[in-house]
């Protein structure tokens, strides 16, 4: 799996777990919506550690648990 494969498919678990939207995740966390949809759309290659940040603070996670996942496996992805 490609890491930004990896990155949308861990905001989406995470907006289903907070039940959240993309929308409603981009405006509390002061993301562009449309900056989120290209996230989401696997159109951003080297997704930006603000806008994690952001989702991270608006989710009030950690980063470290954003990526504590079995998406981030190394041996499964790829860039």
């Avoid at 861990?10 to 405006?27: G, S, V």
Wanted: charged share 25%.
């Amino acid at each position: 799996m490609l890491f930004k494969e990896a990155i949308t498919l861990r905001i989406l678990e995470l907006c289903n777990k907070y039940n959240y939207t993309p929308n409603k995740l981009a405006e509390l966390s002061a993301i562009a919506p449309s900056t989120l949809r290209a996230l989401l759309a696997n159109n951003v290659d080297n997704p930006s550690s603000t806008i994690i940040f952001k989702i991270c603070k608006t989710l009030k996670i950690e980063l470290k648990d954003f990526y504590d996942s079995p998406l981030f496996d190394m041996e499964k992805l790829e860039y």
